[in-house]
């Protein structure tokens, strides 16, 4: 029987384990770099940006409604009032202050729809929450007469958002401080900008189109509520205030619906006088229609249009209703 050799089975084992480990350590020192590489060739979502779930307060309807388009369920959009007569009687108190300062997001309607909005602000507690004024970079038209609300005084025209052009500033300012709390998902944040743009942009043709009645016609705005709008559908108007009382409303109505070349000749004789029914409109907000305002208008029987502002509509739904009223107009008048 033949003898094995101790000696040289013992060094071979041992070199196959010196062999082994060496093997072992080499694996486990560069694994982490290949790692690495392979990670940096294949990105991932994680690396790109954290995943982020914001809470966003609103004021209204009209901003609830404009942030959940914008967002279309990725976060959660509150609003503080349902309606514009809790808004308008709101009282600062702390349980609100520290609700909406742990929010992520604050965003508001501006220049004065909000009359309470600055002391809020102020009290407000800074570091988390990022404040949007919607009304920023948008055209300011200036009240008839400076308006005194909640001990402060507002010269502007708050309802800057009834022009197409304004609204679409302010949707824009909703859809970028998401996109910068958001970066990850921005490009889902443009895409569902992009969408409402274009539905808006449909009902813009309409009433533009709508609004061709208006040429050739004395149009005499009351009050200055409509007056973005008007603008922005480049009429032409004569305005008269909206509270400047009862005979002197009177007095500007009936001197407006004069026609000049002939105001001179024979003020008794009415049906010569006075612009034929189918070149004068009034345009006014059905909110303000007084019953001073009907009674007078009734009794010239003159075309009048009425436009609801209602801030809990769908924007493209009021379009479409301002366009509708005047294509009703266009009706009675052939």
């Known amino acids: 029987m033949r ?20 093997g072992i350590n080499y694996f486990n020192y560069f694994k982490p ?3 690495s590489e392979a990670s940096e ?40 009032f349902d309606d514009a007569e809790d808004e308008n009687n709101f009282k600062i108190n702390n349980d609100t202050l520290n609700n909406v300062s742990k929010m992520d997001l604050f965003m508001y309607t501006g220049k004065g729809n909000e009359t309470w909005i600055d002391k ?25 007469k400076t308006l005194l609300s909640d001990n402060k005084e507002n010269k502007y025209n708050e309802y800057y958002w009834l022009s197409p052009d304004e609204y679409k500033i302010s949707l824009y300012n909703v859809k970028n401080a998401i996109q910068e709390r958001d970066i990850k998902n921005r490009e889902i944040y443009e895409k569902n900008y ?9 009902k813009e043709r309409e009433l533009q189109k709508s609004a061709d009645f208006f040429n050739g016609k004395k149009v005499i705005l009351i009050g200055d509520n409509l007056e973005y709008l008007m603008q922005y559908l480049k009429i032409e108007y ?27 000749e024979n003020l008794a004789n009415t049906n ?23 009674k007078e208008l009734n009794s010239l029987h003159k075309k009048v249009l009425n436009v609801n502002i209602d801030k809990n509509k769908d924007y493209v739904e ?9 294509n009703k107009l266009k009706e009675q008048n052939k």
């Open 41 to 80: 060739k294949r990105p991932d979502d994680e690396t790109q940006a954290k995943d982020v779930y914001l809470n966003i307060m609103t004021t209204d309807k009209m901003v609830y409604k404009m942030c959940s388009q914008i967002v279309n369920g990725e976060h959660n959009v509150m609003m503080m």
């Open 238 to 264: 004569i305005k008269i205030p909206q509270d400047i009382g009862d005979e002197e409303f009177k007095k500007k109505v009936d001197v407006f619906c004069y026609n000049t070349k002939k105001r001179d």
């Open 3 to 22: 003898k094995i050799n101790l000696k040289k089975l013992t060094f071979i084992l041992v070199f196959m384990n010196v062999i082994f480990f060496i």
């Open 120 to 144: 809020f602000i102020e009290k407000l507690k800074k570091g988390k929450v990022g404040i949007i004024d919607l009304s920023r970079g948008t055209k300011t038209i200036n009240n008839s």
């Open 272 to 294: 010569n006088s006075r612009e034929s029914d189918d070149k004068v409109i009034f345009v006014l907000d059905k909110n303000q229609e007084s019953d001073i305002i009907k």
């Open 318 to 326: 009021y379009l479409e209703e301002v366009s509708n009223s005047i």
């Open 194 to 202: 992009e969408s409402i743009l274009l539905k808006i942009s449909e």
């Open 33 to 35: 770099q290949i790692e």
